[in-house]
């Protein structure tokens, strides 16, 4: 399978604990991106990086959330002390810069903070 | 602030009938527009993508339009498989940034046999 690999699948952990998500994109993809998505909502964008360097991040990204992707291959997204709202679908995406880009998305790891 | 609405939020319908999702932006400066489906516990996949001078964009059953004066878009969905329940996201891509996705709340739809 050569699509975005994700990992783990779910993770249930208690408040208070660190938590660290994977994402293989598709191995040509320089772009990569981390979205967060809730229950009946659209992903929301977390930041996004090109090759290593991570070029955006947004509001919803707290303190506690880091994003890195120290080779420009696969990334990490690491919450520490985690809190009951943190609890979603964790979703990321890669592509290719080009007009139009499709970014393709990765299975998601699901997270519930007790 | 970029926005997409969609509508509506959840709809059954009964196989081998069609349905209509809407979707309406606020993103500028408009890029392009694409639809997704995301099936349960899965990652949302591309189903079409138009850009401002298209207007209407297929892709087997599925059919979709935008309106770029209006700022509207639709998907219609021909003879529904039960295969067909899932959500159906708008995501809409700023023009001066390309790769920054504005993303509805999505459609969930269900198909009954």
């Known amino acids: 399978d050569t699509g975005v690999s994700q990992n783990p699948r779910h993770k249930i952990t208690k408040r208070g604990q660190n938590v660290t998500f994977r994402c293989d994109p598709i191995s040509e993809h320089n772009r990569l991106y981390w979205y967060r998505q809730t229950l009946g909502q659209g992903p929301e964008f977390l930041t996004y990086?090109?090759?290593?360097?991570?070029?955006?991040k947004s509001r919803l990204l707290s303190d506690r959330f880091s994003a890195e992707r120290p080779k420009g291959s696969f990334s990490t997204l690491e919450i520490q002390r985690t809190e009951q709202g943190d609890s979603a679908m964790y979703l990321c995406?890669?592509?290719?810069?080009?007009?139009?880009?499709?970014?393709?998305f990765g299975p998601g790891t699901r997270l519930l903070v007790l | 602030k970029n926005q997409v609405e969609q509508s509506p939020q959840s709809l059954i319908i009964l196989e081998g009938k069609n349905c209509t999702l809407q979707c309406n932006y606020t993103v500028s400066p408009f890029s392009n527009l694409r639809w997704y489906k995301q099936d349960t516990g899965r990652g949302p996949v591309s189903l079409t993508i138009m850009t401002f001078s298209e207007n209407t964009k297929s892709n087997g059953r599925y059919t979709a339009t935008l309106d770029a004066d209006t700022k509207q878009s639709s998907l219609h969905i021909t003879a529904s498989q039960l295969s067909d329940s899932a959500s159906y996201i708008c995501v809409v891509s700023a023009g001066n940034a390309g790769n920054m996705l504005t993303f509805g709340g999505g459609t969930r739809l269900m198909v009954k046999p």
């Open positions: 995406a890669s592509s290719l810069p080009a007009a139009g880009e499709t970014q393709y």
């Open positions: 990086f090109q090759n290593e360097a991570q070029l955006e």
